[in-house]
């Protein structure tokens, strides 16, 4: 996405924009985490969506008198599936599995993985020695943070939730370089909405398919505070800072938000829900942050 012409006091606005994402997104995985103890994970991530999303399309439905044309269909169900339905919802099907905080880190993953699929898709690309290096340190980070939890991998279901955090942050990587290569121009909040409102569709058709799927009525109050939460701050005011950061802003500099979010996320997994915080999590976190960093600040041009 482009960013536009910004005047000194709309780059203060969309720096605050840059830090808000940095500290909401980082809260809504201990927020998805209370949220999944008492709603199966896709009707969790679906109702977000689906009531998130809503209210940008019922904005633009009644203020702007906007409907998607025949010509844009194609592209945000492709995008709705790719963003919110496989990498979001995995992503809050990876944390019933393991620790808030862990995938986090799992997820800060998502720029490495960007490069790796531009060096597949675009021949051209050469890998400079700090790149090379920051993807080493990147995954190697990952499996220090995970080193008192071998045993687990082992012995219970925690695999999983690894490989559903990988295959969400490979998803949104590709699903960030095909947005790149879309010349169509589309208003980025319209086009948000509507991604988010027909993956909520999406995800609470396969919740209920599956049998994964709960009444509305048995819901606890705390569990509807954390969809809520979501709802308002993780899809609304987050999501909506983040695209105005990037219509102002380098996205390299937005970017920062992938430093801050998995820190803020363990901290407040070990606060508030009681996950262990190991030597091993806070210098696996800090590797595999700096990894994060070596290949976007060698690979940004």
């Avoid at 005047?7 to 949220?35: F, H, N, Y």
């Avoid at 496989?86 to 992503?91: A, D, K, V």
């Amino acid at each position: 996405m482009s960013t536009s012409p910004s005047t000194p006091s709309s780059r203060t606005s969309a720096l605050v924009a840059v830090g808000l994402v940095s500290i909401l997104w980082g809260t809504t995985w201990m927020a998805s985490k209370v949220g999944v103890q008492y709603i199966p994970a896709l009707q969790l991530s679906g109702l977000r969506h689906l009531i998130g999303g809503g209210m940008y399309v019922l904005f633009f439905l009644l203020f702007k008198r906007m409907v998607p044309k025949k010509n844009q269909w194609f592209r945000l169900i492709w995008m709705s599936v790719l963003m919110f339905v496989l990498s979001n919802g995995l992503s809050v099907l990876s944390i019933v599995y393991m620790p808030s905080g862990l995938g986090a880190v799992v997820g800060a993953l998502s720029p490495i993985w960007v490069v790796v699929f531009t060096f597949v898709f675009f021949k051209k690309t050469r890998f400079k020695p700090q790149t090379i290096i920051g993807i080493i340190l990147g995954f190697a980070g990952v499996v220090v943070t995970f080193f008192d939890f071998y045993q687990k991998i082992i012995d219970t279901d925690l695999w999983l939730g690894i490989v559903f955090g990988a295959i969400s942050s490979i998803t949104w990587a590709i699903a960030t370089l095909l947005t790149v290569k879309q010349s169509e121009q589309i208003d980025p909040y319209f086009s948000l909405g509507w991604q988010m409102f027909i993956s909520g569709i999406l995800l609470n058709t396969v919740s209920y398919a599956s049998g994964r799927f709960v009444s509305y009525d048995i819901v606890p109050a705390n569990a509807w505070l954390s969809i809520a939460y979501l709802i308002v701050i993780g899809s609304v005011l987050a999501f909506g800072a983040y695209i105005y950061a990037l219509k102002r802003l380098p996205a390299t500099l937005v970017s920062i938000h992938s430093y801050i979010n998995p820190i803020v996320a363990i901290l407040l997994g070990d606060l508030l829900m009681h996950e262990k915080l190991t030597i091993y999590i806070i210098s696996g976190t800090l590797v595999t942050l700096v990894g994060v960093y070596l290949v976007n600040n060698s690979f940004k041009k």
